[in-house]
């Protein structure tokens, strides 16, 4: 019965055309949002030079809703859609409202649809539900839920072909979703990376299968196309690295994960809207358009899809990383309204002052053998807070990368306070710190560990406390890059043990440093962001307030 309205909207839809011509939809996306309602610093290039970069405000949710209607505006077949990591590592400012704020920002800004990533895993299946289909009461933590009124839930839903429930072999979120834009329509299929187990708790994803990523996109493509859908987008929360500036369009140098999940893709599949590695891109890929768009909201990609009505499919895929420049763009004044009320609760806490900095900010970028100011600085906090026998007696602590967010502060602090809410953007998790026995073996083999990462541009290079040292080799084979390892002038021992600190998602095995599942002996300690404010404090109180320490802590050799 719906073959015959289907077929004379097609007919009409082609009349007003006209013979040959292509209607255009237009796909704006953004990626790893993380809950960053207010801008930040983004480096651009100069307009007037592009060999220089500037820095400007960029992001926030009321200049990425001005820049949603002006696209809209220009083109009312529009879709905003999103590549996951939405929630989760979020600012106080979301995080202490249980990232509420983050949803209902984009259910009024008209988000369509988004791919799962793994940060909405960070509390859980049970809470990234109610996420979902809103309630108070279910929520992970509910003194956090419904501070701004009964929260409805996520008005777009959530698909993800490749989260399987395990009992039953089946998808828990539908795989895709179609959209009808302009009289035609369009399928987004989406995905996770299927390492999503290993960098998340796995208390959260109990009795979850996370598969191939092309594989599960690819099986639903039939289903897809026998619904008479030729228009195919997919959403994967997996993503690359290139060499090409965020804005420059058609770009080669593309390499990562989502290079060889792209190959593998069903051709049915016109364009892949990537995400996870936080940068921007806009590549092509065996002819095929991948983009990215950074991450934090910074940027807005727009993806014009030129579709014949006649056969519904994607003829030519063209696209732009436009920057939600927050000095440029006027304050959505629905979203000021939000923000505002999110401020009202949390910038009472978050404002909160800590302690002074010796330097305006401390940077997490890690020098070329892995070592970062800001880790650093984080390991030794974890050594002092679980130092004393009582405590647990640590000699070192080892601090994963990826659990340091931001830079301290975010923004350079030209008066050098931090405040609780910079701490918290810096570590949002909520880890405890867990000390634990290892010999130097284990230490070895959990230093062996941070090379076996297959996907290439990713820091795991665990950052360590004073004290403590070693030297890799880049050209010497998986297995046996490390070489000298001192702790406070002495070789490591292979028989001897160390009372080591990690976090507790470290602890769990988390970012696949399966070592630490071995430790023996554990005492359970504060909250990693608690001892990075102590530990700051102490410094500010006897004179040595906190600085950029760089110190060969981690050198390499024979570097590329």
Same mark, same amino acid.
């Given at each position: 019965?719906?073959?015959?309205?289907?077929f004379?909207a097609?007919?009409?839809l082609?009349?007003?055309?006209g013979?040959g011509?292509t209607?255009?939809?237009?796909v704006? %996306?953004?990626?790893?949002?993380?809950?960053?309602l207010l801008p930040?610093?983004f480096?651009?290039p100069?307009?007037?030079d592009?060999?220089r970069r500037?820095?400007?405000?960029?992001g926030?949710v009321e200049?990425?809703?001005?820049?949603v209607?002006e696209?809209?505006a220009?083109?009312p077949?529009?879709?905003?859609?999103?590549a996951?990591d939405?929630?989760g %590592?979020?600012?106080?400012?979301s995080?202490?409202?249980?990232?509420e704020?983050?949803?209902?920002?984009?259910?009024r800004?008209?988000m369509a649809v988004?791919? *799962?990533?793994?940060?909405?895993f960070?509390?859980?299946?049970k809470e !990234?539900?109610r996420?979902?289909?809103g309630?108070?009461q279910?929520?992970?933590?509910p003194?956090r839920a419904?501070r701004l009124?009964?929260?409805e839930?996520?008005?777009?839903?959530?698909?993800?072909?490749?989260?399987?429930?395990?009992?039953?072999?089946?998808?828990?979120?539908?795989?895709?979703?179609v959209?009808r834009?302009g009289?035609?329509? #369009?399928?987004?299929?989406g995905?996770v990376l299927r390492g999503t $187990?290993?960098i998340?708790?796995?208390?959260?994803?109990?009795g979850l299968?996370?598969?191939?990523?092309a594989?599960?996109?690819?099986?639903v493509? @039939?289903?897809?196309r026998?619904?008479g859908?030729e228009?195919?987008?997919a959403l994967?929360?997996?993503g690359?690295f290139?060499?090409?500036?965020f804005?420059?369009?058609n770009?080669?140098?593309l390499?990562g $994960?989502?290079?060889d999940?792209v190959r593998?893709l069903?051709?049915?599949?016109?364009? #892949?809207?990537?995400?996870?590695t936080h940068?921007?891109?806009?590549?092509?890929?065996?002819g095929?358009?991948v983009?990215q768009?950074?991450?934090n909201?910074?940027l807005?990609?727009q993806?014009?899809?030129?579709?014949?009505?006649?056969?519904?499919d994607v003829?030519a895929a063209?696209?732009a990383n436009?920057? #939600?420049?927050?000095a440029?763009?006027a304050?959505?004044p629905?979203m000021?309204a939000l923000?505002?009320q999110a401020? %009202?609760?949390?910038?009472p806490?978050?404002n909160?002052?800590?302690?002074?900095?010796?330097v305006e900010?401390?940077?997490r970028?890690a020098?070329?053998?892995?070592?970062s100011? *800001?880790?650093n600085l984080i390991? &030794?906090?974890q050594l002092a %807070?679980?130092r004393d026998?009582?405590?647990?007696?640590a000699?070192?602590?080892f601090m994963?990368?990826g659990?340091?967010?931001?830079? !301290?502060? @975010?923004?350079?602090s030209p008066n050098?306070?931090v405040t609780y809410?910079?701490?918290?953007?810096?570590q949002p998790?909520?880890?405890? *710190?867990v000390v634990?026995t290892?010999?130097g073996?284990?230490i070895?083999?959990l230093?062996?560990?941070q090379?076996?990462?297959?996907e @290439?541009g990713r820091n795991r290079?665990l950052?360590?406390s004073q004290?403590f040292?070693?030297?890799?080799?880049?050209?010497?084979?998986?297995?046996?890059?490390?070489?000298?390892?001192?702790?406070?002038?002495?070789e490591?021992l292979? &028989?001897?043990?160390?009372r080591v600190t990690v976090?507790?998602?470290?602890?769990e095995?988390?970012?696949?440093f399966?070592?630490l599942?071995e430790?023996?002996?554990?005492v359970?300690g504060?909250?990693d962001l608690d001892a990075?404010q102590?530990?700051?404090?102490a410094?500010?109180?006897?004179?040595?307030p906190?600085?950029?320490l760089?110190?060969n802590r981690?050198?390499?050799?024979? !570097?590329?």
């Amino acid at each position: 019965m719906a073959v015959l309205p289907l077929f004379l909207a097609l007919v009409a839809l082609v009349f007003v055309l006209g013979q040959g011509q292509t209607l255009t939809v237009t796909v704006l %996306a953004i990626n790893d949002l993380h809950g960053a309602l207010l801008p930040q610093n983004f480096s651009v290039p100069d307009p007037n030079d592009r060999s220089r970069r500037v820095s400007i405000q960029a992001g926030g949710v009321e200049a990425l809703a001005t820049l949603v209607k002006e696209m809209r505006a220009r083109n009312p077949h529009t879709v905003f859609v999103g590549a996951g990591d939405l929630i989760g %590592a979020t600012p106080l400012i979301s995080a202490l409202l249980a990232d509420e704020p983050t949803i209902m920002a984009l259910n009024r800004m008209g988000m369509a649809v988004s791919a *799962l990533g793994n940060h909405e895993f960070d509390k859980g299946l049970k809470e !990234l539900q109610r996420i979902q289909r809103g309630g108070c009461q279910e929520a992970y933590d509910p003194s956090r839920a419904c501070r701004l009124g009964t929260y409805e839930g996520a008005r777009f839903p959530y698909i993800a072909a490749n989260v399987l429930d395990r009992a039953t072999g089946r998808p828990l979120f539908p795989p895709y979703v179609v959209q009808r834009v302009g009289g035609v329509e #369009v399928a987004f299929v989406g995905a996770v990376l299927r390492g999503t $187990p290993s960098i998340v708790p796995p208390s959260g994803i109990a009795g979850l299968d996370f598969t191939d990523e092309a594989e599960a996109i690819n099986r639903v493509i @039939p289903e897809i196309r026998a619904r008479g859908v030729e228009a195919i987008v997919a959403l994967v929360h997996e993503g690359g690295f290139a060499r090409e500036p965020f804005d420059e369009p058609n770009c080669t140098s593309l390499s990562g $994960p989502i290079v060889d999940i792209v190959r593998r893709l069903d051709r049915a599949v016109d364009v #892949v809207v990537s995400g996870h590695t936080h940068r921007g891109y806009l590549c092509r890929v065996d002819g095929r358009l991948v983009t990215q768009a950074d991450a934090n909201g910074r940027l807005l990609t727009q993806i014009d899809l030129s579709i014949d009505p006649r056969t519904r499919d994607v003829v030519a895929a063209r696209a732009a990383n436009l920057v #939600v420049d927050a000095a440029r763009l006027a304050k959505d004044p629905e979203m000021t309204a939000l923000v505002n009320q999110a401020r %009202a609760i949390a910038d009472p806490i978050a404002n909160q002052p800590v302690a002074r900095l010796a330097v305006e900010q401390i940077r997490r970028e890690a020098s070329p053998a892995g070592e970062s100011a *800001l880790g650093n600085l984080i390991a &030794d906090a974890q050594l002092a %807070a679980t130092r004393d026998p009582a405590k647990g007696g640590a000699v070192v602590a080892f601090m994963n990368p990826g659990g340091i967010r931001a830079d !301290l502060p @975010p923004n350079p602090s030209p008066n050098r306070t931090v405040t609780y809410g910079d701490l918290f953007t810096v570590q949002p998790f909520g880890n405890t *710190l867990v000390v634990m026995t290892l010999t130097g073996t284990q230490i070895r083999a959990l230093l062996e560990q941070q090379f076996d990462n297959p996907e @290439p541009g990713r820091n795991r290079i665990l950052q360590v406390s004073q004290g403590f040292s070693y030297t890799w080799d880049a050209r010497r084979p998986k297995g046996e890059r490390v070489l000298s390892i001192r702790l406070n002038g002495q070789e490591l021992l292979p &028989d001897g043990r160390y009372r080591v600190t990690v976090n507790s998602f470290l602890a769990e095995g988390g970012d696949n440093f399966t070592v630490l599942r071995e430790g023996t002996e554990r005492v359970g300690g504060p909250l990693d962001l608690d001892a990075l404010q102590a530990y700051l404090q102490a410094m500010e109180a006897a004179g040595r307030p906190a600085g950029s320490l760089l110190e060969n802590r981690i050198s390499a050799v024979n !570097l590329p």
